[in-house]
């Protein structure tokens, strides 16, 4: 898997603090490491690291660093850090479903995704009124999130 770009990262933070599953302090830590890394700094990239408090302008810091669109590798990089906030949050389903629909109604994500991504928040809203199983519905989004994460199912999943 090839190396995400600056703007590919910023694009997964910027929606992972949209979504609440990413918190200013751990954007920040992503922001200094970059700007440690690179020769020049964008203003923007600075502002996501001062703005700590401030989460409007972290978000439209980021969304100037950002692409428009999920590339496939950063779709991954999201899907990372949506297990782990589940492993954080066994009960944040929702909140995960919420921005996968979120990303497919903003058309942010790979076109192969768009459907399945926002058939999700469905099928878990029909768990919620048993009409699913809702044991089903739940290890069928996380198989999602494990598959395009790159993984297997940790045992803490199951």
């Excluded at 090839?2 to 830590?29: K, P, Q, W």
């Excluded at 020769?39 to 950002?66: F, H, P, W, Y």
């Excluded at 999700?120 to 989004?141: G, H, M, N, T, Y």
């Amino acid at each position: 898997m090839r190396e995400l770009t600056l703007n590919e990262e910023a694009t997964v933070y910027r929606f992972a603090l949209i979504g609440g599953i990413a918190l200013s302090d751990e954007i920040v830590i992503w922001a200094d490491a970059w700007i440690m890394r690179l020769d020049e700094r964008s203003d923007a990239l600075i502002e996501v690291s001062l703005s700590k408090a401030r989460q409007n302008e972290m978000l439209t810091a980021l969304g100037e660093l950002a692409d428009p669109n999920l590339s496939q590798e950063a779709f991954s990089l999201l899907c990372r850090l949506l297990v782990a906030f589940l492993r954080v949050h066994p009960d944040g389903l929702r909140t995960v479903t919420r921005l996968l629909a979120l990303l497919a109604i903003e058309n942010a994500l790979p076109d192969d995704l768009m459907g399945e991504a926002a058939r999700l928040d469905d099928a878990l809203s029909l768990a919620d009124e048993r009409i699913f199983d809702p044991l089903d519905v739940r290890q069928e989004i996380l198989g999602f999130l494990v598959q395009h994460a790159g993984g297997t199912f940790p045992h803490w999943m199951l």
